[in-house]
């Protein structure tokens, strides 16, 4: 089966790439997508629906084997006192991550992609990739020099007069504290609070794949959809790479092309190359893997944004509304002043519900993420040559003590914002949060955790000293919100065991200079040392922007395709 474009991976970068690519005719183009199909009108609602905290939590879309560690590991005893692992919900289905995320739909800042040209992504500096931004989206609120209107996604944010009191009372809050609104967050990147924007429509989500392989595109003739196919190799003659291996339907499949294309994203991509013998010379030999290309930047500086959260129960009509169910309805991005820090470098997001479940319903969250972030020492390693085995992943967040400072300093100023006076009148019981084994398993969507909860609500919504009760015995855990605020040590303490990437993975499989030793691929995706091979993805950003990844992964997708199309 001979194909042109052999995409492995239907999730944001790989439904761009296969709308694009095929909307030329003589192009023939395959996607292999692990995870299940969503075809139109046919969605699972969980997927579609407004809030993403059933989709995001449900086990049907993940590679539910898939494990990290987020603390730092010790290079000199990397096998010794090793961080605990955790469950992280990478997904497995068509659209990836964007069927299942916040929908959060920023692009970061102009001083990312000033950076990424200096590390060596010639051509994607700012005015570079606005282009491809505006190309991804159709603003349903803005039009302007900003904004596109023409896009396949749409976007657009709660209007202030719909936010929940809860979110309203943080909005005075930031006010009091001396903060600008801005209404529009893709604006000018400036510091303030605002209204998130977010890839939804109708008071439903569009992922990538409802956006880019709509009806009309699922009918062309040169385009193949094939889902529940797992890529099992790549295929190689020499340095060519000339297709892949697949599981389709309990059988091994050969697919031939002129061009394969990783877009598995940060974690699996780097995993495709080095059971292909493309990466670090050291491990593959370790590993047993011939050599095919000595890159030793394969699923090397690994890079998510460090995250913690200061929670609160919400009192009864300052929680969810009829709007809307969206959680997040505002945004704040502040900057640090750090010295050699670029403004705009820190974010919170405003959570208004916690969890789909009744205890989530009244439980707020401050969520404190680091925009640009400096721990870069994360990485991918292979642990089996086996294609069915997980890779090893190590975030490494918290390396840099940058990050670790700043963290602590986003917990006092989100601590500051909720001891005022908007907040306390529709809050009570302030604590540290952590998304700890235990949070995680009550957040899977079953019959038992929506009893448990349901139950568990009744209470916390009784007198206040049970609640308090309820909360100490059943909720915090390890560290309260007095001890954090009055010992430094205990708040560097909660930091470094609590905190978590905000499922950000990126930077794997760096765009750089060819002379530059740890980059991965060219300017346009293409594999250094081998020829028919490109990774589009999160993987080959050269540092995470200060966003939530999925729009400047459709925005390289896009970037991508037309250098593609235009090479032919």
Not at 215 to 220: D, Q, S
Not at 304 to 332: E, K, Q, W
């Amino acid at each position: 089966m001979a194909y042109d474009y052999i995409i492995v991976g239907g999730g944001s970068a790989g439904s761009v790439l296969a709308n694009r690519l095929s909307s030329r005719s003589a192009n023939k183009v395959l996607v292999c997508e692990a995870g299940q199909d969503t075809p139109p009108g046919q969605e699972p609602p969980e997927i579609r629906d407004s809030y993403s905290g059933t989709a995001y939590f449900d086990p049907r879309f993940h590679w539910t084997e898939l494990k990290v560690h987020t603390q730092v590991v010790s290079h000199n005893n990397p096998d010794e006192n090793r961080p605990p692992l955790r469950k992280y919900e990478q997904a497995r289905v068509l659209g990836g991550g964007s069927s299942i995320n916040g929908q959060m739909a920023n692009r970061g800042a102009p001083t990312d992609y000033q950076e990424w040209v200096e590390r060596g992504a010639e051509g994607w500096g700012w005015n570079e990739v606005l282009p491809y931004f505006k190309k991804v989206e159709r603003d349903l609120d803005f039009d302007g020099p900003w904004h596109g209107k023409d896009g396949r996604i749409p976007v657009r944010r709660i209007p202030v007069e719909h936010w929940t009191k809860y979110a309203s009372a943080v909005g005075e809050a930031c006010k009091l504290a001396g903060m600008t609104f801005l209404p529009d967050q893709n604006g000018e990147f400036v510091d303030g609070y605002f209204p998130v924007t977010h890839s939804n429509a109708e008071e439903q989500r569009v992922s990538a794949a409802m956006g880019y392989l709509d009806a009309g595109t699922r009918e062309r003739g040169n385009l193949t959809l094939s889902t529940e196919t797992q890529v099992k190799s790549l295929l190689f003659e020499g340095t060519r790479c000339v297709g892949v291996t697949a599981r389709v339907a309990g059988k091994d499949v050969e697919f031939r092309g002129r061009e394969v294309i990783l877009s598995s994203g940060a974690i699996h991509s780097p995993a495709h190359l080095l059971r292909a013998g493309i990466g670090p010379v050291g491990h593959l030999k370790d590993m047993g893997i011939p050599v095919v290309a000595a890159l030793p930047g394969v699923g090397q500086r690994l890079m998510d944004h460090p995250s913690i959260s200061l929670s609160s129960f919400i009192r009864r009509g300052a929680r969810v509304n009829a709007h809307t169910r969206r959680h997040i309805h505002l945004g704040i991005r502040y900057s640090s002043g750090l010295p050699g820090v670029p403004r705009g470098d820190m974010f919170v997001a405003v959570v208004n519900k916690s969890a789909w479940h009744a205890v989530g319903e009244q439980i707020a969250s401050l969520l404190t993420f680091i925009n640009r972030t400096y721990s870069e020492t994360g990485q991918v390693k292979l642990n089996s040559r086996d294609w069915r085995a997980e890779p090893t992943v190590e975030f490494n967040l918290l390396s840099d003590k940058r990050d670790l400072d700043r963290l602590m300093m986003g917990f006092r100023k989100t601590a500051a914002l909720q001891m005022s006076a908007p907040l306390r009148a529709v809050t009570d019981n302030p604590f540290p949060a952590s998304y700890s084994d235990r949070v995680r398993k009550i957040g899977v969507v079953n019959a038992r955790n929506k009893f448990l909860t349901s139950v568990v609500a009744r209470f916390l919504d009784g007198p206040a000293a049970l609640r308090r009760y309820m909360i100490e015995k059943f909720v915090v855990e390890g560290f309260t919100f007095d001890q954090v605020m009055t010992d430094d040590d205990a708040l560097e303490a909660f930091v470094r065991k609590a905190a978590i990437g905000v499922w950000h993975a990126s930077c794997t499989c760096r765009m750089g200079r060819p002379d530059d030793p740890m980059s991965v691929v060219d300017t346009q995706g293409r594999v250094k040392g081998v020829q028919g091979l490109r990774v589009v993805d999160a993987s080959v950003f050269p540092i995470v922007p200060c966003a939530n990844t999925n729009f400047p992964t459709l925005m390289t997708a896009e970037k991508i395709s037309d250098a593609i199309l235009a090479s032919r």
